[in-house]
Every structure is written in structure tokens, then in C-alpha cells.
């Protein structure tokens, strides 16, 4: 899963897949397996098998499958913030900016012309769109499609689910320029991540209307902008199709169509040596690897990513983790190591669990703040038999209650069923009864995690070239709204960090920040990281443009294949 986030991509796959850091190599060849972990991997490279796109064939349907199809096509809403929904979304809408493989990013000429910091004090953001940027019904995107959005993404309408406000609730006005293609964005204060903003930029009828925010998106997407529009979306077929956009002004799609389809990630390989879909992402199956290699024509291509696995602890009120004390004491009892080599020994010895919630492993800024949850069941059970958790039998009682956490997870996901057994045989031994609760994955979003129904329960996050930005809506508490900050956990200093940061405008001195913010994080047992997971993607060789993306934004127009 990845967080929705314009910073932090959430990647809510139902934590369907650890991606592993393998050596390219091509099916039936025989190829090695020389496995590398994050630190052994640099970050600034992709591998898609990049070609000159107009060089490619002109045609073709590109079938991708997906572990499910988004329940919200809106990504600023909070049941739009999966992985699912990026995967398919960017193909559609309108981006700011996009991510470049070294993790850097570029005004997307597509859709601006340019973007500038033209003031400081007060600080104003000048867009000036694309003349040619219209709509799919062939109304231009102008400056009052990025007010609506400003003014609802800030969080200040309760009728509007938003998936994070981080930085729009820092614009004060947005205005008109020199004609209706230019908007005028002024900050009530400075905000050093301010590239961040219009990611997913959606319609002015969308953001001012709160029933088509809310509830317009969830079967089909409505009004989009892309190199491709949607054809159809069969829910009962789980199948989505999109075509090329006739009306599109950028560079002509190679492809005719791109087929998104729900596949069981068990049927991966036999559906790709079947020539019914064209790649796959490896993710955490040592056998998905392993047949990749044995099905001819297809390479494995891999790179550096940003995603890691965590698991969530509910802190709200009421919940049965809702002490700080307590999760972080439960925290003790978890072995991240253990965990690590279960998942990833057989294929990546070097592998070890991943020490921050803001930083991936392998850039500049990251450091391992863990320390305040390490792994010592000698302290667990200490501070759990000081909180008045008492050990009477197997389990710890207090008041009459017993200490029985719901670890609430994606059913049928192998990830899932062995990281939960994996916590339930370590939470016993500082007796903690774990009940593992499998849910449908259709379910697992709205249902549960949306809503705080769970006391652990395991996703996926991504980050992104904004950690401020991306992070605040995930572990900034805002009672009022949850946005991504499912477990409901967090307290003033966190918040006070966060606002402080967003307003640095000093790229070391914002990222110190951040480090401290990871600290706190920490402290409050908000989440446990377990590990971060290169990309690895089982692709067919004539597939050209796509694979392991790395940090890059996908280029859907370019996408296509040779011969």
C-alpha cells in the first residue's frame, strides 16, 4: 500500500507485497539471484527497459493487473488514497509536478507551463497553465479549478472526507493572474514544500460540490485530463479499461488501451506465461520470483524504491491501545529482526528492518531512530506489569479485562497470514493474546482501517520527495479529521514539529526537523516499520517503458512495445 499522500504515496495494497531488490535476468535463462537490500542498492536509477517511445509500436493493449480495483477514484478523498487508485488515476488527471528517478522533481509541462516562487513575503506561487490544458468534455483548466481545490483540500468544509490538507492549509487566497491560465497562490505563511501542492489535481465541479467529492468517484471516475480516458469499469468482471484521449494535447499514447484487472496474486505467473497479462509485481512470494525466471521472454527488472511494510496500533480513545505506554511497551515485544529474516532470509540475507517512518533507507537523510521501540521482552514485560497489566495464566488482565489486541489484515495474503503468526507466537511470550482477524480485501480500506477498526493492522507506505508534506496527514493528529492517521495517534509536539518544518524553507534544516519528528514518532508507538522493499518486477521483454519504476512517476504515454 502507499500513502495517498502527494508526499507519501500510500500504497494501501492490503500489504500484499514486500518488493524485492533482485538481479535483472530473463526467463528460462537461467539467471542469478544476487539479492541486494536497500543499502546495497543506489537510488537515482530505474529499470524499465526505457526506450525512445516513438520508436515503439504503434498499438497495442497493455493488460496490468491489480491485487483489486480502487474503491474511490478520487485520491484527495480518504477512501481514494490507496495504491490501486495511483496506479490507475495518473493515467488521468492532472500533476504539478512529477518525480524523477533521483527522487527530484519537474513541472509537468503537459499540464503548466511553468511554476515559480515569485515572492517571498507574503509568499505567492505562480502557476501558469498549459494554454492548451483542457478537460475531457473540452473545458479548459484554468486558476478556478486550482482555487476549489485549495480552498476544500484545507480542510476547513466538514462536508468533505479530505484525504490530507497538508500545505493547502497553509494558502490563504488564490487568485487570478494575467488571464484565466494563470492562478496566483498565496501562503497565510511561508511553506518550504509548496512543490507538493496540485498532485492530483481534480475538477472545480468536483470540489465544490461535497456529494460529488464524496460519493461521485466511487463507481467510475467523472471528469479527467489525461493521455488516456476511461472506456469502462465492470465492479462484478473487476476489469477497468482506458483508451487513448482523442482530445489530448500532449505526446500520442503508443498504446490503444491499458486493461486493469483483478488477479489473484497466486495466478501471477500462470497468467503472464499465458499471455493474458503483461507483467507482474514480484512482491514478497519467493515463488512468484522463481516461476518469473522459468517463463520465456520475460525479464526481471528491479530498482531502489521507497516502500516499506509497517504495522498500525490504534491509540484512539477507547481502544484498548489507546496508552502510549502500553503500545510502545507491546512495541518491545515485537522482534522486527525475526520478522525480516522470515520474510526475506531466503532471498535477501542482507535484509534488515527499516529504522524511520519519513526517510527511506539509501537517502541522503535517513537515520535509525528506533531505538525507543527496540526489541526487549525483559522491558515489555516490566512496563506492562508497571501500567497494572498483570500476568494471571498466559495472558496479562487488568480491571477484569484481558490484554487481547485484533491484528485486522487483508484475508488471503500471504504477507498478511505469516507477519500476524510471526506477531502472535512473539506477543505471547510477554502475554499479549493476539487475535487474528482476516477481513475481505474489498473491505480491509473503508471498513476497518478508514474507520479505526483495529488495534494492529499491517499496510504498506511509500515515500515521496515531500516528507512534510507527504507524512503530516499520516502522523499529524487532527481529532477533528483523521485523514490518514488511521490509528488516531499523535500529541502537540509532533504537531508543533510539523509546523514548524512545513514553514523551513532551508532543505537541511526542514529535513533535521523531520528526523525529529521520526523521534517522536517513535516514542508514542504510533507504527512499526518492518522493512523497505526494493522494486522487482516481472515484466515481458518486449515491454518497453515500464517495470521497476523506482522513484520515478510512470510516463503512461510512453508505455508501449517493441518489434
Same mark, same amino acid.
Given at each position: ?68 480495483? #480502487?474503491?474511490? &477514484? =478520487? %485520491?484527495?478523498? $480518504? !477512501?481514494?488514497?490507496?495504491?490501486? /487508485? ?51 468534455d473540452g473545458t479548459p483548466i484554468t486558476w478556478k479549478d486550482l482555487a476549489a481545490q ?59 460540490? #461535497?456529494?460529488? &467529492? =464524496? %460519493?461521485?468517484? $466511487? !463507481?467510475?471516475?467523472?471528469?479527467? /485530463? ?131 517512518? $519519513? ?205
Amino acid at each position: 500500500m502507499s500513502r495517498a499522500r502527494r508526499g507519501l504515496v500510500q500504497v494501501l495494497i492490503p500489504v500484499t507485497a514486500v518488493v524485492l531488490a533482485l538481479s535483472g535476468c530473463s526467463g528460462g535463462s537461467g539467471g542469478g539471484t544476487d539479492i541486494k537490500g536497500a543499502g546495497e542498492q543506489t537510488s537515482g536509477v530505474n529499470d524499465v527497459n526505457a526506450k525512445d517511445a516513438a520508436s515503439l509500436r504503434n498499438g497495442g493493449d497493455l493488460r496490468w493487473p491489480l491485487d483489486r480495483l #480502487p474503491s474511490n &477514484f =478520487n %485520491r484527495n478523498h $480518504v !477512501d481514494g488514497t490507496d495504491g490501486y /487508485a495511483k496506479r490507475v488515476m495518473d493515467a488521468l488527471m492532472p500533476h504539478a509536478f512529477r518525480a524523477k528517478a533521483d527522487n527530484s522533481v519537474a513541472v509537468d509541462t503537459n499540464y503548466f507551463e511553468s511554476i515559480e516562487l515569485t515572492s517571498k513575503d507574503p509568499q505567492v506561487v505562480t502557476y501558469r497553465i498549459n494554454p492548451k490544458a483542457s478537460w475531457d468534455d473540452g473545458t479548459p483548466i484554468t486558476w478556478k479549478d486550482l482555487a476549489a481545490q485549495a480552498m476544500t483540500l484545507a480542510g476547513r468544509k466538514d462536508a468533505f472526507r479530505v484525504g490530507s490538507s497538508s500545505g493547502y492549509q497553509e494558502v490563504e487566497k488564490v487568485e487570478k493572474g494575467a488571464n484565466d491560465r494563470e492562478a496566483l497562490v498565496t501562503f497565510r505563511s511561508r511553506y518550504g514544500e509548496w512543490r507538493a501542492l496540485f498532485t492530483d489535481l481534480y475538477p472545480k465541479s468536483t470540489n465544490e460540490d #461535497p456529494e460529488v &467529492f =464524496n %460519493r461521485g468517484w $466511487v !463507481d467510475r471516475p467523472q471528469l479527467t /485530463a489525461g493521455p488516456f480516458r476511461v472506456e469502462s469499469v465492470d465492479r462484478v468482471a473487476k476489469t477497468m479499461v482506458l483508451v487513448r484521449n482523442d482530445r489530448w494535447w500532449g505526446a500520442r499514447p503508443r498504446l490503444d488501451r491499458i486493461v486493469f484487472r483483478a488477479v489473484d496474486r497466486g495466478a501471477l505467473p500462470d497468467a503472464l506465461a499465458n499471455k493474458e497479462i503483461d507483467f507482474y509485481e514480484i512482491g514478497s512470494n519467493v515463488d512468484l520470483f522463481q516461476r518469473a525466471k522459468t517463463i520465456p521472454d520475460v525479464q526481471i527488472r528491479q530498482a531502489l524504491q521507497p516502500k516499506y511494510n509497517v504495522t498500525l496500533f490504534n491509540g484512539a480513545q477507547g481502544a484498548v491501545l489507546a496508552d502510549p505506554a502500553l503500545r510502545v511497551a507491546v512495541q518491545h515485544g515485537i522482534n522486527r529482526e525475526v520478522v525480516t529474516r522470515a520474510m526475506l532470509g531466503q532471498i535477501q540475507p542482507a535484509a534488515k528492518p527499516l529504522g524511520n517512518h $519519513v526517510f527511506a533507507d539509501g537517502t541522503r537523510n535517513y537515520r535509525d531512530n528506533s531505538g525507543a521501540a527496540s526489541f526487549d521482552p525483559e522491558r515489555a514485560r516490566r512496563e506492562l506489569d508497571g501500567l497494572g497489566w498483570r500476568l494471571e495464566g498466559d495472558v496479562r488482565r487488568k480491571d477484569g479485562r484481558e490484554l487481547a489486541v485484533r491484528f485486522v489484515m487483508s484475508a488471503n495474503v500471504p504477507f498478511n497470514e505469516q507477519v500476524s503468526k510471526l506477531y502472535q507466537d512473539q506477543l505471547r511470550q510477554i502475554g499479549v493474546k493476539l487475535v487474528i482477524q482476516p477481513v475481505p480485501s474489498s473491505e480491509f480500506m473503508k471498513n476497518h482501517l478508514a474507520v479505526g477498526d483495529f488495534d494492529i493492522a499491517p499496510i504498506a507506505w511509500e515515500s515521496s520527495p515531500f516528507p512534510i508534506d507527504g507524512n503530516a496527514a499520516v502522523y499529524r493528529l487532527k481529532p477533528d479529521s483523521v485523514q490518514q492517521n488511521y490509528g488516531r495517534v499523535g500529541n502537540d509536539t509532533i504537531n508543533g514539529l510539523f509546523d514548524e518544518a512545513g514553514a523551513e524553507l532551508d532543505d537541511a534544516r526542514r529535513a533535521d526537523l523531520a528526523n525529529r519528528i521520526d523521534e517522536e514518532v517513535w516514542k508514542i508507538g504510533h507504527s512499526v516499520p518492518l522493512y523497505q522493499v526494493p522494486d522487482a518486477v516481472a515484466a515481458r521483454s518486449a515491454l518497453a517503458n515500464v517495470g521497476a519504476f523506482g522513484f520515478a512517476d510512470r510516463d503512461y504515454a510512453a508505455m508501449g512495445f517493441t518489434g
